[in-house]
């Protein structure tokens, strides 16, 4: 009989003790390249991280647990992520990893995190970190097509059929260009000229001439900042008449301030809402987190806040949403973020299923057109 | 729209591009002139030159003038403490540690750089107006007339000082032959600081004046850095029109490559030819033969 109570004592100590775990606090891993090469990705993306953990601490967490946050920077390298992830899991115990921020760490942490059951939300854009299904693994940011898809739609009503592709010869540029490629030939588009240039490239008036001897009547330029304002100058320069198109890899205001006010005027590209949100109608569901988001950021940090820690911003969302939901535990948090619905997000609204761990739609993207230097909506 | 306009415009785009690489490829030619030293960190004081002025401007607000002037002082300044530090404690200069060490010094200062100013790009304004004026059908910028002068003006400079002053004579003596310089009384220490002065002003006033084209960020001195290098030795290292015409040379090859053959081809062009010059006239295109310089 003693035995039997102190059997029981000890299974009600025991239980009390995890319980009491349990409420304490809920640790997340995350890791970002806050340095290196995509440090413009992992910066964002750690502050807005460090400030909504903060933040959500301070209003006494979810349901009553504290969130314990451990951020390491991978610093882009695929090697390191894949060692911090081991750390993150192994001894800090971490129940869900946000990020890494680009596709390179992302793909090789992958068979980790399968393995060790941990769910994996990414802040990376590439398709295949999410196609096929991978059980564990999801992502925030839309997959690179997505903005291509938007573009050529917009195009398609303008019938402007005869497209100029001008890419930056990296990573991203090349993908834009398959993805644009594969698009266009499906949608009944024609490729008419199809050029590259350097990032490090200081004039492009060869290539723009190239391009100004063809019949296109849509000018497609695909690279991140400085290349596409140095575009943007040529086009002006060489007195074009086409209209020309940028990608959401620009979508801020120093690439109106790096091509001028003047040159840019009229250019046309596919963005996250967050560039426009206050100019957004009243009506949209993403208004309210766009501007809460923006305004935090502003408060916490003193600069506009950008898309990609919007990337972390949707992460960690999707996260809070699943322990609310659903429960703390690893396996809880995976089954939670893959039957979130309609959560509203900095990069879109998030409708996850078993068949996708992207939940984004075309929705995601805005057309936006630069009106006397500032953003509009693009009609 | 016809070949013929289509082939004035790659032409008059290749030289304004050229003309960058003329002036920067200068730069390097002063320095090796009078030390034998190739500095490869000639492209950094090219990005000093655009970061630093927009420096002065943008966040001090600065006139642009003074801008200019005070990136300029800088800059040398940077230069100078450069050479007073890294070149002049050498034991045994050979060329190779001086190689290495300009390579180290560009790394080092690139860095400090980002450190300093972060990793955005900035652009400055133009010194004459946007509007692009219309040669034979092509159109070139305000701007690019800034750099063909200032080009002109450089070598006009440098053709006096190196054939019509003290100071200039002594530092060809010095790349002749060090130690009869030396023997006839010439610092050689006084020469080499005073070319590293005069190298880093020349590459921040080129990088002035193509920032309001090109734009500027820390990084920008390593391609462009590349590409004057290219210039120069095409030219032979001479410090007047050689390297010019080398710069020309290669701006109009890299923009004919992109439009009439490839732009994915455009920058392994212009390297070939590089590579090619080296292997076929090492002593560059429009200089004769070899002589007994260093």
Redesign the interface.
């Given at each position: 009989m003693k035995r039997c109570v102190s059997v029981v004592v000890l299974g009600a100590v025991l239980l009390f003790s995890l319980e009491a775990l349990a409420a304490g606090t809920i640790r997340i891993g995350a890791l970002f390249s806050v340095t290196g090469p995509a440090s413009f990705l992992g910066e964002p993306e750690k502050k807005s991280l460090e400030m909504l953990v903060k933040d959500l601490n301070a209003k006494g967490g979810v349901k009553g647990n504290k969130i314990e946050l451990f951020i390491e920077d991978t610093q882009g390298d695929a090697t390191k992520a894949m060692q911090l992830a081991t750390k993150l899991i192994k001894n800090d115990k971490v129940v869900a990893i946000i990020g890494p921020s680009i596709t390179g760490d992302t793909m090789a942490i992958i068979p980790l995190v399968e393995k060790e059951q941990i769910p994996l939300v990414s802040c990376a854009a590439g398709v295949k970190i999410t196609d096929p299904v991978k059980k564990w693994v999801f992502k925030t940011p839309a997959n690179d097509h997505v903005a291509g898809e938007k573009l050529l739609e917009y195009l398609a009503a303008k019938k402007q059929k005869n497209l100029a592709l001008l890419t930056v010869s990296d990573a991203y540029g090349q993908s834009g260009r398959e993805q644009l490629k594969a698009l266009a030939a499906k949608k009944g588009f024609t490729v008419v000229a199809d050029e590259l240039y350097s990032p490090k490239d200081t004039d492009m008036t060869a290539q723009l001439t190239k391009i100004k001897g063809t019949k296109a009547d849509a000018l497609i330029c695909w690279g991140t900042n400085p290349g596409p304002a140095v575009v943007t100058r040529n086009v002006k320069q060489l007195g074009m008449k086409i209209p020309l198109y940028q990608s959401h890899g620009v979508a801020s205001k120093k690439y109106i301030e790096l091509a001028g006010v003047e040159a840019s005027e009229g250019v046309t590209l596919p963005a996250g809402k967050l560039t426009v949100y206050d100019k957004l109608k009243k009506g949209d569901p993403q208004y309210k987190v766009l501007s809460e988001y923006d305004q935090a950021y502003r408060r916490s940090y003193g600069v506009e806040a950008s898309t990609f820690g919007g990337y972390a911003h949707d992460a960690f969302a999707l996260i809070v949403e699943a322990i609310k939901k659903s429960g703390s535990t690893p396996e809880q948090i995976r089954n939670g973020i893959e039957q979130v619905r309609k959560l509203v997000g900095v990069s879109g609204l998030f409708t996850m299923s078993p068949t996708d761990h992207n939940g984004l739609d075309l929705s995601a993207f805005e057309m936006v057109k630069v009106v006397k230097g500032d953003w509009e909506p693009a009609k | 729209?016809d070949l013929l306009p289509?082939l004035t415009?790659?032409a008059?785009?290749?030289l304004?591009?050229g003309a960058?690489y003329a002036l920067i490829g200068l730069g390097f030619a002063i320095i090796y002139n009078s030390t034998g030293i190739i500095n490869f960190a000639q492209g950094e004081f090219v990005m000093l030159g655009g970061v630093l002025t927009h420096f002065f401007l943008m966040v001090l607000k600065f006139p642009l003038v003074v801008s200019m002037a005070v990136a300029i002082l800088v800059a040398t300044a940077i230069g100078v403490a450069f050479e007073r530090l890294t070149i002049r404690p050498l034991k045994r200069p050979t060329p190779l540690s001086m190689v290495i060490i300009t390579i180290g010094g560009s790394i080092f200062i690139r860095g400090v750089a980002m450190l300093i100013w972060g990793?955005?790009?900035?652009?400055l304004p133009p010194f004459s107006g946007?509007e692009?004026l219309v040669i034979a059908g092509a159109?070139?910028?305000p701007q690019h007339l800034w750099i063909f002068g200032l080009t002109l003006l450089v070598i006009a400079a440098n053709k006096y000082f190196f054939y019509y002053t003290i100071s200039g004579k002594a530092m060809r003596a010095c790349s002749y032959n060090r130690t009869a310089a030396s023997l006839v009384g010439i610092d050689v220490r006084r020469m080499v600081f005073l070319s590293f002065a005069i190298s880093s002003a020349m590459g921040a006033m080129a990088g002035i004046i193509?920032a309001p084209?090109?734009?500027t960020?820390y990084?920008?001195g390593?391609?462009?850095g590349l590409k004057g290098f290219c210039a120069a030795i095409i030219g032979g290292m001479s410090s007047g029109f050689g390297t010019v015409l080398g710069g020309l040379l290669l701006g109009l090859l890299?923009?004919?490559g992109?439009?009439l053959i490839s732009?994915?081809y455009?920058?392994a062009i212009a390297f070939i030819i590089l590579l090619l010059i080296l292997f076929i006239r090492p002593q560059g295109l429009f200089s004769k033969a070899q002589t007994e310089r260093v």
């Open positions: - | 729209m289509q415009q790659y008059f785009s290749g304004s591009t960058i990793k955005d790009t900035h652009s946007n692009p159109t070139v910028m193509i084209l090109t734009m960020a990084d920008v390593v391609m462009l890299e923009s004919l992109a439009g732009s994915g455009k920058d």
